[in-house]
C-alpha cells in the first residue's frame, strides 16, 4: 500500500477544526494527516489585521509543508482554500502527488476571490471602511452542529478575497492528478457559480476526475465517511 501525507486546508470563515470528523477516518488508515489553520481567522483569529491577505494564507501552507518536509502529498483545499492550495504550487507544487478541489475554487493566474464570485455588481464581496468580511451564513441539517459551526466562524480580512493568485502555468501542466469534488444539493446556490463551473469544466476535461456528493456546502461536516474515502483512493494510489 501507498501511503502519502494528506493536508486540508479549509475554507473561508472556518479554521482547521472543520475537519474534526475527516482526520480520524484517515489516521485510522494510516496516515499522516495536517490541517494547517490560516492565519487571521479560525484558531488564529486572535492574530487577524488590515494586512493578512492570500498571500498570507498560502505561506501557511507552503510553511507546514516544507517545515515538515513532506513530499508526494495529498493537498486538498476547501471553498475558498482552493485560492491557498493554486497559490501555494509554484512553492511546493513538486511535492503534490495528487491535488483536490472540495467545492472550492479553482482560480487561473491572476482571478481573486472577488473575480470568480460573479459580474460585477452581483454576489461579490464589497469593500467598505471597515477591513473584515463577515461570514456568509451556511445550512447544516442539524441545528445543534449548525449552532456549533457558527460559534466558531470568524470574520475575515478583505484582502484575502481581493488579491490575485500567481499561478506560473495552468493546472493542467502540472504532473499531479487533479479532482474535484462537488456538494450537488447546497441550497440558494445556482448552475452559475464558481463552484458549479468548475465541477463543469472537471466534468469536460480529460485532466481532471470529477466526484459528487449529494450534500451541502459544509462536506466535511456532513459527510466525513465520503471525504475520506475519496482521499484514501488517492492517498493509497500507486
Same mark, same amino acid.
Given at each position: 500500500?501507498?501511503?502519502?501525507?494528506?493536508?486540508?486546508?479549509?475554507?473561508?470563515?472556518?479554521?482547521?477544526?472543520?475537519?474534526?470528523? $475527516?482526520?480520524?477516518?484517515?489516521?485510522?488508515?494510516?496516515?499522516? !494527516?495536517?490541517?494547517?489553520?490560516?492565519?487571521?481567522?479560525?484558531?488564529?483569529?486572535?492574530?487577524?489585521?488590515?494586512? !493578512?491577505?492570500?498571500?498570507?494564507?498560502?505561506?501557511?501552507? !507552503?510553511?507546514?509543508?516544507?517545515?515538515?518536509?513532506?513530499?508526494? $502529498?495529498? @493537498?486538498?483545499?476547501?471553498?475558498?482554500?482552493?485560492?491557498? $492550495?493554486?497559490?501555494?504550487?509554484?512553492?511546493?507544487?513538486?511535492? $503534490?502527488? /495528487?491535488?483536490?478541489?472540495? &467545492?472550492?475554487? !479553482?482560480?487561473?493566474?491572476?482571478?481573486?476571490?472577488?473575480? @470568480?464570485?460573479?459580474?460585477?455588481?452581483?454576489?461579490?464581496? /464589497?469593500?467598505?471602511? &471597515?477591513?473584515?468580511?463577515?461570514?456568509?451564513?451556511?445550512?447544516?441539517?442539524?441545528?445543534?452542529?449548525?449552532?456549533?459551526?457558527?460559534?466558531?466562524?470568524? /470574520?475575515?480580512?478583505?484582502?484575502?478575497?481581493?488579491?490575485?493568485?500567481?499561478?506560473?502555468?495552468?493546472?493542467?501542466?502540472?504532473?499531479?492528478?487533479?479532482?474535484?469534488?462537488?456538494?450537488?444539493? &447546497?441550497?440558494?446556490?445556482?448552475?452559475?457559480?464558481?463552484?458549479?463551473?468548475?465541477?463543469?469544466?472537471?466534468?469536460?476535461?480529460?485532466?481532471?476526475?470529477?466526484?459528487?456528493?449529494?450534500?451541502? /456546502?459544509?462536506?466535511?461536516?456532513?459527510?466525513? &465517511?465520503?471525504?475520506?474515502?475519496?482521499?484514501?483512493? @488517492?492517498?493509497?494510489?500507486?
Amino acid at each position: 500500500m501507498v501511503n502519502r501525507p494528506i493536508v486540508l486546508v479549509h475554507g473561508a470563515w472556518g479554521g482547521s477544526y472543520g475537519f474534526r470528523k $475527516v482526520r480520524p477516518l484517515l489516521w485510522g488508515a494510516g496516515h499522516e !494527516v495536517f490541517t494547517p489553520s490560516l492565519t487571521g481567522i479560525g484558531e488564529r483569529s486572535h492574530l487577524t489585521n488590515p494586512s !493578512v491577505s492570500l498571500s498570507t494564507h498560502v505561506q501557511d501552507v !507552503v510553511n507546514t509543508v516544507l517545515y515538515e518536509d513532506l513530499n508526494n $502529498v495529498v @493537498l486538498l483545499g476547501f471553498s475558498y482554500g482552493g485560492m491557498v $492550495v493554486t497559490g501555494a504550487l509554484d512553492h511546493i507544487g513538486d511535492r $503534490v502527488d /495528487h491535488l483536490v478541489y472540495l &467545492d472550492a475554487f !479553482v482560480p487561473g493566474d491572476g482571478q481573486s476571490v472577488n473575480d @470568480l464570485v460573479g459580474n460585477p455588481g452581483r454576489g461579490r464581496i /464589497h469593500l467598505g471602511a &471597515d477591513w473584515l468580511v463577515p461570514p456568509r451564513p451556511r445550512q447544516m441539517d442539524d441545528p445543534d452542529e449548525m449552532q456549533w459551526s457558527d460559534q466558531r466562524r470568524t /470574520h475575515q480580512p478583505a484582502r484575502t478575497f481581493t488579491e490575485p493568485v500567481g499561478l506560473s502555468m495552468p493546472l493542467e501542466q502540472w504532473p499531479f492528478s487533479l479532482t474535484y469534488i462537488k456538494a450537488t444539493a &447546497d441550497p440558494g446556490e445556482d448552475g452559475g457559480s464558481a463552484f458549479w463551473r468548475a465541477a463543469a469544466h472537471a466534468r469536460a476535461s480529460k485532466s481532471w476526475t470529477l466526484h459528487e456528493i449529494a450534500t451541502h /456546502h459544509l462536506v466535511p461536516f456532513t459527510h466525513p &465517511d465520503d471525504l475520506a474515502s475519496i482521499l484514501l483512493a @488517492l492517498a493509497e494510489s500507486s
